[in-house]
């Protein structure tokens, strides 16, 4: 029989005991290793080189971070910093970033660069420049497929690392494709927008997409050969009214009004996620992103009668859309030396394999990611390798097209377009209408933001 | 007349009733100015630091050009009422003050109009009304975000239980955010269910203060209930409809969280008012020489309302 219980309680004078067994054993372990050889504390000094370093970092929220949680302890028992990061809603995330790197706080060591700020923030020299850092630590760029760190680029600087490239891409239902007799996904948006009505039903609607106008109209526009401005980065003249303009924003907006659920005009991420998985869109597009939420099983009904592809093509060729968002430090961090190891460690291969098997997050920027064999176990869907479109879009996208969207003043500019496109969709101006008016106010906030053109 | 210890009586001596303060102690008029200048001070300079000072700040930022991304047009007055021009040209502030009124007469009127109703409803004595006006305080006692956000649930076709209803009843489902006219009309619907309450427990108040003998007197002479209504209570409660009004009134046009959550000004420009756009201007934009420009016709525009409505309060009042 085991001792009487109060036998084993603890006295106060065992705890003093044990306290002080404890710090002389402390001193001693501290004192033994400081006598060591110098040789021996040069070895091991690196092994936590940041010890109590306190990185915060602030992301768009996700579940993308659950997975970089789980992975932070062990990051910190190897290097010694502790990496807390603070999720915002996205829209939130744009105006904090807004208001602290323009105060140079230094709130936090790494932030978000958001796509549509880029231009804006290297130009207000709210970034610091990595060159120097990946410079001094010869590090590997090569890794990153090309597309993805064009957009970080001015001059000789890079700006940030990339992390998610949401690349425009299309979900859809073949079932419903074949009941209607099509027996492939529309290769052109011509061709989609004459699909649409055998597919469209009171139930089922064609397709959705989120209600990020700015994001889903340079498809279709550049698709038929327009574009925000004449050349952008370097002219910014605004080019929202001419032909090809009104041309390509006519088939969004007749294909989002006829063919679109009730709500369009309206409907976030979430929302058009959610409707796709429910069984009410034959068609989703967005970035690979959201448009991979199709594969979750948990949350998605049609699975089983899904596919991947391509976006459809125009008359003046093929620009599928890429929206990058990389990992940047504010100019007024003061722990640069540190955040720059968090950023390496953010964007390494390790963390993007971590997102791959635990999330299926397939939007991944390192070509040792898109080709490890557990990243295509996953990605192949349906006989569609879908990172291959991934791949081609951030191909594409490294040619330039994208950068109407990274130009300093485009945050109002793509606001107003979305002002325009909810104006159109719901029927309150006609396209020409909305389009003039767009050109006359971006003419107006180019000028406000210093970037004065001819009216 | 002699007091018991046999002393003149004095005004200014101490009180008869023990624990009751002195009278005043008559001073000369500098002093007594000084003394109610040194009492004042401490909140004067609360007042100033917490408003007076962030407005003249608010007034001089609108006379820049400040662009968050362009640190140097913080203080560039070179041309100080480029703003204020701007805004004159600006049809979308134009519109969101449109906006702005349909918004604020539609959800002053109708909280007046519930609110007195539910007031006339409750004005009876019962265990059972009392548990009912607890009830109503709830939707005004939530936090304005929680408020829009069971609303945004409600409103969403996708998972709104109110269109579900609806179906079951045969009668259309629609888009309540997707369609311009809608869109306000589910604004309203969702800052009348907020802020109803607030007139109906003044209103309540007013006419719990109404003197019985005054109804006696009617049911006596024969009233009907409308006389009643007409020739009692309106005019006791006219004066709490009055301040209400104005509070529901200067609050509408602070309304903000339903706007951002439900439909952030869409579609379109539909269900964008002045704060709204202005909040845009500054905060997503970077554009805060132009957003305070228009705050701050804002700020003269409630102020110009407020003082009309009380001037208007003031004669109701003195006719009574």
Known sequence: MAADWRDQRMTR?????????????????????????PGARATAAPAKPFAGKTIRVMMAGGPYWDVVSKLAPAYEEKTGIKVIVEQVGFTVLQQRLELELSTGTGGHDVVQMVMILIGRTIKAGWAADLTPFIKRDQYNLADFVPGTLKPFTQGDGLYALPWIPDSMTVVYRKDLFERAGVTRFPETLDEMLAVAPKIHTKETAFWTCENNWHWIWPLFLQSYGGNYFS????DLTPAFNTPEAVRSAQIMVEMLAKYSLPNAVNIDIAGTQAAFQQGKAAVLLGGLAVVSGAMDKTRSTVTDRIAFTRVPKGPAGFFPQLAMHGYMIPAGSKQKEVAWEVIKWLASREVEMATVEDLNQLAQCRYSVLRDPKTRQRAIWGGVDVTKILQESMFRAGAGYMAYRTVPPFRPIGARVNVAFGEMISGQKSVKDALEAVQRDAIDILAQAGYPVKK | MVSPAGEAPSRHLTPAVPFMPAAP??????????????????????LTGVTILPFIFLVAISLTRFDLARPETWTDFSRPLAGYLR???????FHSLVVQGKLSVATVALQLGIGLLGALLLNVRSRFITLLRVSLLLPMVLPPIVGAIIWKVLFEPEISPLNWLLGLLHLPQPAWLAKPGLALVAIVIADVWQ?????LLSVLAALQMIPIELYDAAHVDGATSPRVFWHIMLPYIRPTLFVVALFRLIDSIKAFPLIYVLTEGGPGTATEPTNYYAYLQGFSFGFIGYSSSMAFIMVVLTVALSLAMLRSLGRTVDVE
């Open chain 2, 25 to 46: 102690v008559r001073r000369s008029g500098s002093d007594h100015s000084r003394s109610l200048r040194l009492a004042l001070a401490p909140a004067l300079a609360v």
């Open chain 1, 13 to 37: 004078r065992d705890v003093l005991k044990g306290m002080t067994a404890s710090t002389i054993g402390g001193v001693l372990v501290a004192a033994s290793s400081n006598l060591a050889s």
């Open chain 2, 195 to 199: 802020w109803f309450p607030f007139p």
């Open chain 1, 231 to 234: 050349k952008p980065p370097d």
């Open chain 2, 87 to 93: 805004v004159a040209h600006d049809g979308r502030f």
